[in-house]
């Protein structure tokens, strides 16, 4: 799965893919044809990407590099020496370095040229609501992260991070929906 995120990156980078279209691709995605089928199952409706942590070495160099390739305006992100990069219709990429940072999901460190992994904002979300209906559907790896987030390994290992629709995640702006 990582390698079709490449790809699309790639695509975007070349100016074939639109912001709009790549969001939309790296949804589709990371969410199998049996979306449908499997929110019907749970009840849980995703509404929006949030977020998309991406492990780089250089924080310096990759915030450089996306704000002029993209024209985005970086933040500092609180959450270890991470930035964000906003985009103005909602959503962000953190870029999650790979040594000394505290933003990555997984066990270790983030990993240079990898997504770490993303957040979707799901509709009337309660974290405890959230990780029973998921259990409750056979779905494998539901954690609970606090009040505010459960996580989710896909079938390939990514890992998905639900959270409110207007969850402000540490760091973010005030009236900042991700």
Do not use: K, W
């Amino acid at each position: 799965m990582t390698q079709s995120f490449d790809t699309l990156l790639r695509q975007y980078e070349n100016g074939t893919l639109t912001r709009r279209q790549l969001l939309g691709a790296m949804m589709a995605l990371a969410l199998p044809a049996t979306a449908g089928a499997q929110a019907d199952r749970t009840g849980i409706r995703a509404r929006s990407l949030n977020h998309v942590n991406v492990g780089v070495s250089d924080v310096g160099r990759s915030e450089t590099f996306y704000r002029n390739l993209l024209g985005l305006p970086a933040r500092r992100y609180i959450v270890g020496d991470a930035y964000a990069l906003d985009f103005p219709d909602g959503g962000l990429i953190s870029l999650c370095p790979t040594e000394g940072g505290n933003c990555s999901l997984t066990a270790g460190n983030a990993v240079a040229g990898e997504i770490d992994h993303f957040g979707v904002g799901v509709e009337n979300f309660d974290a405890e609501r959230v990780a029973s209906q998921l259990e409750d559907a056979g779905v494998e790896g539901v954690s609970q992260a606090g009040s505010t987030s459960v996580i989710v390994p896909d079938p390939d290992g990514l890992i998905v991070q639900l959270s409110a629709v207007t969850e402000q995640f540490e760091g973010t702006p005030p009236n900042r929906n991700c």
